[in-house]
């Protein structure tokens, strides 16, 4: 669904936003306190070794946690090509962990550009006064993004964040979207979710090649979907982003703790992606005599 995306991307922009605000304050109140009220006075020699070492010490950092988000990554891709209940999740996690990226990487080049006009400017004692103060809270402010980023994935319960993120996402926080009884039960939307599974698993076997994957890795859902788009079987393209949408969704479903029910737009979007899968496959030779029903107990 786009409107997830475009959600995802509205959540990157606003904690972006309210970090720019803090700022501007942040760098207004050093400003006017440096030409008003002074704390420290710096020299020549000072000036040139401070920020000099603030802009060495950021690339160092940022470099540091590029090679690290390299190697989780990495480690993410690994974990979730064996574990089918992590399908999904990682994909969202990767995206907003590179948005959250992309902000420091602009903040610490800004950071070390003002260093760098701070140290040339140090003869100008206003000019340098100005840049100086601006340089401190862009230093500061990056390296606190820098510790928050490390400190969401070194979180031993980071796992749980995810899913939990993922669920209020679509949602499932919301009490006023909640349905009542069992038409909104989680075991409901778990069992049209098994109905489209097992449907997609039937009609993309003929074409997946088993020989290529060992016994410790399973075929996603996403592969299979790709498969039979691959083979023309959707002529609806709208189908394949709503079922990747329900992926990490279900996934994260599974490990929560949610009692009062499934959120209506997202057993809507089940029912719906289900009567799309059995009109786009119903002349399938592998799901003829498939059971569409959808029964509990």
């Not at 100008?124 to 969401?152: G, H, P, Q, W």
């Not at 038409?183 to 049209?192: C, I, K, P, W």
Request: net charge positive; with cysteine; charged share 25%.
């Amino acid at each position: 669904m786009k409107n997830k995306n475009r959600c995802d991307n509205v959540k990157v922009i606003c904690v972006a936003r309210n970090n720019l605000i803090l700022l501007f304050v942040a760098v207004l109140l050093f400003i006017l306190a440096s030409f008003c009220k002074p704390v420290f006075l710096l020299d020549q020699n000072q000036i040139l070794y401070l920020f000099s070492a603030s802009a060495q010490v950021l690339a160092a950092v940022y470099g540091l946690v590029l090679t690290a988000f390299s190697f989780v990554q990495g480690s993410i891709e690994k974990r979730g090509a064996k574990d089918p209940d992590l399908e999904g999740i990682w994909d969202r996690m990767n995206q907003k962990c590179f948005k959250m990226l992309i902000y420091i990487s602009i903040m610490t080049f800004l950071s070390i550009v003002l260093c760098m006009i701070t140290m040339s400017s140090y003869d100008e004692r206003n000019i340098c006064k100005f840049f100086a103060n601006v340089s401190i809270v862009f230093t500061v402010n990056d390296l606190y993004l820098i510790i928050k980023f490390v400190i969401r994935f070194a979180n031993p319960k980071w796992e749980d964040t995810i899913r939990g993120e993922v669920i209020k996402e679509f949602g499932g926080n919301d009490v006023k979207s909640v349905g009542s009884g069992n038409d909104n039960s989680v075991q409901l939307f778990l069992a049209y979710f098994q109905k489209i599974e097992r449907a997609l698993g039937k009609a993309s076997a003929p074409f997946i090649n088993y020989n290529r994957y060992s016994r410790s890795r399973f075929v996603s859902k996403k592969e299979m979907l790709m498969i039979l788009l691959k083979n023309g079987y959707f002529k609806n393209d709208n189908i394949v982003p709503k079922i990747l949408d329900l992926i990490p969704f279900r996934n994260s479903l599974v490990h929560s703790s949610i009692e009062q029910g499934v959120p209506d737009e997202m057993m809507r979007l089940v029912k719906e992606v289900l009567e799309n899968l059995k009109e786009a496959l119903k002349e399938t030779k592998e799901l003829r005599g498939f059971d569409w029903d959808v029964k509990l107990g």
